[in-house]
């Protein structure tokens, strides 16, 4: 069974972010386990809670075929943490699915993982995606090689559809 790590932020993740892609990968059979700075009940944006499953310190990429950062306000959390960049790069660097959503993909591009790459991100965050070396599309969703990327909410399901889809490859 493919597994799955989602990261998102304790206060301010995006509700359908995190929810509608959850559920795509777990109807096509795949493990999700939710990663936060704290085990506590996460607070969406919209007012979803969650019980993370595991510290994002404890996230170990050698247990998961995918890492997906969840975007949201509080998305901005991950942008300069030291242990995402490394955890991403690790990603990228062993083929494994790498994902971003939103504001959360100014993580992947702050890491170094989109460089040369197609990528996607909230509109009001392109610059940091371009600045950061990626190819920035504005499309909906992105996908070059392992790496995907979607701009917001309304690609949260396509989003979650194509890293299923991925992980089956």
């Known amino acids: 069974m493919k597994k799955a790590v989602m990261v998102i932020s304790h206060e301010g993740f995006r ?5 509608q892609p959850k559920e795509v ?5 795949i493990e999700v386990k939710v ?8 607070k969406g944006k919209l007012g979803a809670s969650i019980k993370p ?5 404890d996230v170990n990429m050698s247990d998961f075929d995918a890492i997906i950062f969840i975007g949201g306000p509080g998305c901005v959390t991950y942008w ?8 991403l790069s690790e990603s990228a660097s062993s083929g494994k699915i ?16 989109l460089t040369g790459k197609r990528a996607t991100v909230f509109p009001g965050e392109s610059k ?9 599309t504005a499309r909906p969703f992105e996908r070059d090689g392992n ?5 917001g909410p309304a690609a949260a399901y396509v989003f979650g559809k194509e890293i299923a889809a991925a992980l089956r490859e």
């Open 98 to 113: 790498t994902a971003g959503i939103c504001g959360a993909a100014v993580t992947l591009a702050r890491a170094g993982v």
């Open 15 to 19: 509700d359908e972010e995190l929810l």
């Open 147 to 151: 790496i995907i990327t979607a701009s």
């Open 25 to 29: 990968l777990e109807k096509n059979g």
């Open 53 to 57: 499953d595991i510290l994002f310190k």
């Open 35 to 42: 990663a936060s700075t704290d085990l506590a009940l996460a």
């Open 80 to 87: 300069n943490d030291h242990y995402a960049h490394k955890l």
């Open 128 to 136: 940091e995606l371009i600045n950061n070396g990626a190819d920035y």
